[in-house]
């Protein structure tokens, strides 16, 4: 049978796991913060190909074809708004996304 000073040793170790668990949620790598150099780098919207743009989150081949058809009509883009005159695409969206969007005039930019 267990002696009063194995049920202590079985009391410690469980105090001890809950407290690691704790910890180990407390710091979940949801909370992590990476260094910016892990960041995808931002894709120019005024030559971004539909591949291009349907790597960005939310983004399908519907409105990646739009936005390359916004910019065949229209010219290229003179600013990250112009992107609310696609169909389908509103603030919120606009918002998430303009973080990964840069605006280039130039045949190349470098970010």
Known sequence: ???????????????????????????????????????????????ASMADLMELSGIGP????????????????QSLEQLLDVQGIGSQTLERLRPRLRICALPSCDF
């Open 1 to 47: 049978m267990f002696s009063r000073s194995d049920g202590a040793v079985v009391i410690g170790v469980a105090s001890l796991a809950a407290l690691i668990l704790g910890v180990s949620l407390w710091l979940s790598p949801t909370s992590w913060q990476f260094p910016e150099q892990n960041q995808p780098s931002p894709i120019d919207l005024n030559h």
């Open 62 to 77: 519907v409105l990646a074809e739009r936005i390359v058809q916004y910019r065949r009509l229209n010219g290229p883009f």
